[in-house]
């Protein structure tokens, strides 16, 4: 593996491991009555930039040298349900994840100047599966690494 | 170079975490022992919450790096074991504790036996590396800790309280 192909990597992962931690403080932060809701887009619209990061660089990574250099040892290994269930699982549900993360921004905006009970609680619950689809993205990619 | 950032990192992380895990329950049992939690006491029991979060994001984001270290060096064998694997699942316990928790879903008796235990358990599984137990072994040893610890934080509790709020 490249340096470049190394740092791709390396951004992926840590980019998306401090977003879903983000959506995990931006869920306790909205159980609350009334919560900061300055604070909370801010660090929503962080979460955005972080998953839409992580997943160009998953791109970039996926096609030029996952799929020719690290897939067919995962294949051939001995747990080859490392890509055929866990990498193909992941690779379609990580596409929700940036979409979900700017859906939970855009409600946490419009909180900010219109206070609603109802979208705060709605918008918790949309965060708390952001938060459940990213943990489990996570735990899938140690999962992948595992079967190399 | 930066292997050994990490594992300090997750050392920080684990001690922060598990340091105020203990205190916060020395602080709540102290503070709680007249049945009156004083606004300065609340800030106290906050800060500390505050340090074991602290502790937490250390823990969690060391750990990915550790993963990405073992990954970019080709030593994966150790993503699959027992131990790590558990080690994954007393982390994801803690955070969907702190969630429950905050929603006031989880009894807090229940969710303070958790925390600390699933903080001391990632402790002992991050010290011991691996052990001679299987993935679900693990996890009953857990689940049986967190029920020792619940009735022993119970008796403590009741030793410390006012003899007139018992």
Not at chain 1, 40 to 59: C, G, M, N
Request: aromatic share 12%; glycine share 8%; proline share 3%.
């Amino acid at each position: 593996m490249t340096p470049f192909l190394a740092t791709m990597l390396v951004i992926h992962v840590i980019g998306g491991v401090i977003a879903i931690g983000i959506h995990n403080v931006t869920l306790m932060h909205l159980l609350k009555k009334s919560p900061n809701y300055v604070f909370l887009s801010r660090i929503a619209w962080a979460a955005v930039a972080l998953f839409f990061l992580s997943w160009a660089t998953s791109a970039y990574y996926y096609v030029t040298y996952y799929g020719t250099a690290v897939k067919p040892r995962i294949l051939a290994g001995a747990l080859p349900a490392g890509h055929i269930f866990f990498m193909e699982t992941k690779e379609h549900i990580f596409l929700v994840l940036p979409f979900l993360a700017l859906s939970i921004a855009l409600c946490i905006s419009y909180l900010r100047t219109n206070p609603d009970d109802a979208l705060r609680k709605s918008t918790a619950f949309l965060t708390l599966i952001a938060l459940g689809i990213g943990a489990a993205t996570a735990g899938a990619g140690i999962i992948v690494s595992g079967s190399v | 170079m930066w292997y050994e950032l990490l594992i300090i990192m997750h050392i920080i992380g684990t001690v922060l975490g598990v340091g105020s895990a203990t205190f916060a329950e020395i602080h709540y049992t102290r503070f709680n022992s007249d049945d009156i939690i004083t606004d300065d006491e609340k800030k106290t029991l906050a800060l500390t919450y505050t340090v074991m979060r602290t502790g937490l994001f250390l823990l969690v984001v060391s750990g990915f790096g550790l993963l990405l270290y073992l990954r970019l060096t080709e030593y994966t064998d150790l993503l699959t074991s027992a131990t790590f694997l558990a080690k994954m699942t007393v982390i994801g316990v803690l955070v969907g504790n702190a969630l429950l928790l905050q929603a006031r879903i989880m009894p807090f008796a229940v969710g303070a036996a958790l925390s600390l235990t699933s903080w001391y358990t990632a402790l002992v599984l991050g010290s011991l590396r691996d052990v001679d137990a299987s993935y679900i072994e693990i996890l009953i040893y857990y689940a049986g800790a967190v029920v020792v610890v619940g009735g022993a934080l119970r008796l403590i509790r009741a030793h410390f309280h006012g003899p007139k709020n018992v």
